[in-house]
């Protein structure tokens, strides 16, 4: 079996649900604490044994390879002035990965935005990370699919589970579990609006075969008028197996506002040299809330 090296991030959508911030700034970009959100997958990546990481783009998103890139007049400016610390965490950044670069010349949807990747990719298994879907794990959620495609040579997906009244806000899987986290795909839904086939949602965490690429290069716009990645998925489905696994962890969509700021609390809390300092002004402020909503039930305001 091929090894496992390679990491596809589509990051070539206008990042609507943020404007006017991302007017200008790529959504991929945007801090989470103190590092893009891009940076976290590409990280996830890395610690998951992939080195050939490849980003899909449109116009406009070049900041995120001069992120990656070397920065030798700051650098050099950090070094003079013996910000060691600071210049550490440059280097980093720049060395942490050369990227290679494709572009999505339209806005046709995931699909579409993956089959761009195909030369790049070549004729080999690969990974596709959603940068919105922010997953905090002991273990990176990539890794711990990598361990089942090993052992099966399969295509995997990440799965969550959902609460019933939002299965509608996710492609749902159909099938059976096999074991505590290892489930065995016979069918998806893309949002289903009436009886869902489980309570199992797939986020932005893929393991596919080479084979997807013909499949997406023959697959038909679908919702939206977009190319949709789940319509491929579930011709590949027919094929053979294709399984699921439950990830550890926790998963945040810093696609949408809500899902950031929750993001930005937790991962601030952590934070070794913030979460401290952070925590005591959380607990400041809810002592402060529940001061004032006293005060409010004692004296309410008259009729």
Known sequence: MTTLR????????????????????????????DKPILQYGIEEALGSGLDKLIVVMSKGKDAILDHFDRTSELERSLQERKKDDLLDEVESVSTMADLISVRQKEALGLGHAVLQAKDAVGNEPFCVVLPDDVILADEPCLLQMRHVFEETGRPVVALMEVPPDQTSRYGIVAGNMLGKRRFHITDMVEKPKVNPPSRYAIIGRYILPPDIFPILEKTERGA?????????????????????????????????????????????????????????HLKSLLADDSEQHGQTLRHPRSA
């Open 224 to 280: 939206g008028g977009e190319i949709q990645l789940t319509d491929a998925l579930r011709e590949l489905v027919r094929t053979g197996d294709f399984y699921g696994y439950v990830f550890e962890g926790k998963r945040y969509d810093a696609g949408e506002k809500l899902g950031y700021l929750k993001a930005t609390v937790d991962y601030a809390l952590r934070h070794p040299s913030l979460g401290d300092e952070f925590r005591e």
């Open 6 to 33: 390679t990491c596809v991030f589509p990051c070539a959508g206008f990042g609507t649900r943020f404007f006017p911030a991302t007017k200008v700034i790529p959504k991929e970009m945007l801090p989470l604490v």
